[in-house]
């Protein structure tokens, strides 16, 4: 299993958390989405087929480009 925490710098409510959330948690592979709304970090682990690259596609479709923690 793979895990990565970043940060989403527009992510300032709850309705922004839930589709985060829901974006990353319909990716197969996909194993557990730990959000810290206060401080904008988002915590994933997966297994394949989900990937790092599949994720910060996914986030950046959705116009939540996640940066480095």
């Known amino acids: 299993m793979e895990s ?11 309705g922004c958390v839930s589709t ?3 974006e990353i948690e319909q990716l197969a592979g996909i194993v557990n989405v730990d959000i810290n709304k ?3 970090l988002v915590t994933v682990e997966w297994n394949t087929p989900a990937s790092w690259d599949l994720i910060e596609k996914a ?5 939540y ?3 480095e923690a």
């Not at 990565?4 to 709850?14: D, I, L, R, S």
């Not at 986030?59 to 116009?63: F, G, N, Q, V, Y």
């Open 4 to 14: 990565k925490t970043f940060k989403v710098p527009n992510m300032t409510c709850n």
């Open 20 to 22: 985060v959330r829901s």
């Open 59 to 63: 986030l950046i479709e959705i116009e």
């Open 65 to 67: 480009a996640p940066e």
């Open 38 to 40: 206060p401080a904008q």
